[in-house]
């Protein structure tokens, strides 16, 4: 392989891994961001000359650097955003990455950040490979703590995203998929991850065991709420605002929480209209779900449903001191609510 061909440009702009609207709460970050970037991508640098170019691109394509920040700010409500911050950060985001070339893979997705994805790029067979390595590099570095809690806590979450994941293909197409199943398989396969980013972040900032406990409720209400933003996104978003291919969850059947809420709303005979495109495996777009039940409506509640999870999570936080860390926090679950409310009819 011709690793020159393999490599993104380099970004002039560190604040571009980084959500336009989060750019407020995370600038207190920024540099700890910049030391994150820093270290993904000397993660490349530990394989093999004949693989490292691969991942070195998948390590520039892939991710916002959310759960890293996540890890940092907590750190800091905390007391501390050292080294140990950065380094769990990396470890998570590692884990991240891994999941988004699999999840690209699945969804047949063939663009992220506007650019190609791995499988687009280089084919499924090798983008599995990929994924993998970026997996074990992750538990390598988790294992290099000294507190035993932390590599136990990462192979937790990327057991917990892999097996939501699991459940998630299992339960495509299926009709009788329950609100309550919904939650439990994002839990997993998102909110698992944020949970850990914030519990981690805090215990090596040396917190005590009721805050560590704390953040990891934050963490995971957050995860829960941008997995809702994100299935709202798929379904009302631009292509080219997004960055990233859209319209795969309806076209591979997962059944997200508007479309659990369609069917919630929808009548008899509209159900049974649903049912048989869903056990023929027929693509569902969005103008067949709007000729069946009350579709602008689903997606207003699982907006709601997604503001009050977000208000949920800041009540974890009001035992914290006021710092401007704490308050970082508070404005992430401010700025996924407003991102809620760009999914509104």
């Known amino acids: 392989m011709n690793q020159d061909n393999t490599k993104p440009k380099a970004k002039s702009d560190e604040s571009e891994s980084i959500p336009n609207g989060l750019l407020l709460p995370f600038e207190l970050i920024a540099g700890k961001l910049s030391e994150v970037d820093e270290l993904i991508r000397r993660q490349a640098h530990t394989f093999d000359p004949g693989v490292e170019g691969y991942i070195s691109y998948v390590c520039e394509i892939s991710g916002k650097r959310i759960r890293p920040a996540l890890s940092i700010l907590a750190g800091g409500a905390c007391g501390e955003t050292g080294l140990e911050q950065i380094k769990i950060g990396t470890v998570i985001e590692l884990v991240h990455l891994a999941t988004l070339v699999h999840d ?80 439990r398989i994002i839990e997993m396969k998102t909110g698992s991850l944020f949970a850990t980013a914030t519990e981690l972040g805090a215990r090596l900032a040396g917190a005590d065991q009721q805050t560590q406990d704390n953040l990891r409720d934050f963490g995971m209400k957050v995860g829960i709420a941008y997995q809702i933003y994100d299935d709202c996104l798929d379904l009302v978003g631009k292509e080219e605002v997004a960055g990233k291919t859209l319209r795969t969850d309806l076209a591979k059947g997962k059944l997200t929480l508007p479309v659990l809420n369609l069917i919630a709303s929808s009548t008899k005979s509209q159900r049974e209209k649903l049912n048989k495109h869903l056990l023929l495996k027929e693509p569902i777009d969005v103008d067949t779900l709007a000729g069946i039940a009350d579709y602008d409506g689903s997606i207003d509640k699982a907006t709601a449903t997604g503001k009050e999870i977000l208000a949920e999570a800041a009540q974890h936080l009001a035992a914290l001191p006021e710092t401007p860390y704490c308050s970082g926090l508070k404005q992430v679950t401010i700025y996924l609510d407003s991102l809620l409310d760009t999914c509104l009819s």
Request: glycine letters at 4%; charged letters at 25%; one cysteine or more.
């Open 104 to 183: 690209d893979i699945m969804d047949g997705a063939e663009l992220r950040r506007e650019m190609p994805t791995v499988s687009a790029k280089w084919g499924s067979t090798l983008s599995v490979l990929l994924g993998d390595c970026l997996f074990a590099r992750a538990l390598e570095m988790a294992a290099e703590f000294e507190d035993n809690t932390i590599s136990q806590r990462v192979s937790a979450s990327a057991s917990a995203v892999c097996q939501g994941e699991i459940l998630q293909t299992q339960r495509r197409f299926d009709l009788n998929l329950t609100h309550k199943e919904y939650f």
